[in-house]
């Protein structure tokens, strides 16, 4: 199968190593000359051009883009494509591009891959980044049954574990797991930073190991990212901070009070809870 990818990121780099491993035929498009380049050196692409022509061979285009520029990507595209061209996205914000989308493209169907790391760019792309991932999918009841599962038969090949919700449904739940630990995590590192005493930073920034690595590790992301998770899901995103902030206040309470068998259960409840949510 041809299949586009417009974007050369570590999304769009890492989708074109894992597929063409599968035998698919990779067609890569970038804003930029030298990233079309190193995509073919680093086997990301088959092919790859500056001009999203290119993308008019391709029977299923993956758009790899940061968020807001999905949607005019979208805009630009359509006008090469044939009408049966499947179209899907990898954004981590679903309702505003399905709604924009869906009216513009009848093969579209939004898709999320759970899976990423602290680097960018095409030398950030590694092959089976989306191995036994969640990767999501939110087709609209409107969305062509083949078109999905087109898709679908993709997200398989990637071995990611392939779940379906409403765009709204998902926007809420990745504002809990995925855009609120981004910040929390900013906040984290920016509340280290502001220690006044620089012997006491110097030592803390020493001392800093597994357990600090781990609750730093996406708040030392890409920020543009994090800016556009933001913005794009505004609303679940300040529920989520909102509620984060209450559970905050709760606990400052509790140590101020020095209430430690409250605080015990507490944090006996947020061991037992965890494994929901991870293995």
Not at 237 to 258: C, G, M, P, T, V
Request: contains cysteine.
């Amino acid at each position: 199968m041809n299949i586009g990818i417009l974007g050369l990121g570590l999304i769009g780099g890492s989708l074109g190593l894992d597929l063409r491993s599968q035998g698919h035929y990779i067609l890569g498009v970038s804003r930029r000359e030298s990233t079309c380049q190193r995509a073919i050196a680093l086997g990301c692409a088959d092919e790859s051009s500056v001009d999203i022509s290119l993308l008019a061979k391709a029977e299923v285009v993956f758009i790899c883009t940061p968020i807001g520029l999905i949607v005019p990507t979208l805009e630009q595209l359509i006008a090469h494509l044939p009408s049966n061209t499947v179209v899907t996205d990898v954004g981590s914000v679903k309702t505003p591009i399905v709604k924009a989308i869906a009216p513009l493209w009848d093969n579209f169907i939004g898709g999320h891959p759970m899976a990423g790391t602290a680097d960018s760019g095409i030398e950030a792309a590694i092959p089976n980044l989306f191995e036994k991932n969640p990767y999501v999918l939110t087709p609209l009841p409107t969305t062509p049954p083949d078109a999905i599962t087109i898709v679908e038969k993709i997200v398989y090949e990637l071995g990611a574990t392939l779940y379906h919700c409403s765009p709204e449904d998902h926007d809420k739940a990745v504002s809990w797991i995925s855009h609120l630990p981004g910040m929390i995590s900013s906040s984290l590192i920016a509340a280290c930073m502001s220690e006044t005493d620089t012997n006491v930073l110097q030592l803390a920034q020493k001392f800093a190991s597994s357990g600090f690595r781990d609750t730093s590790r996406v708040g030392g992301g890409n920020p543009e990212l994090k800016v556009m998770m933001a913005r794009y899901n505004r609303q679940a995103l300040l529920n989520s901070l909102q509620q984060y902030r209450h559970n905050l206040d709760e606990l400052i309470h509790l140590i101020e009070h020095e209430d430690w068998a409250a605080l015990e259960q507490q944090l006996q409840f947020t061991q037992k809870a965890r494994p929901k949510f991870v293995d």
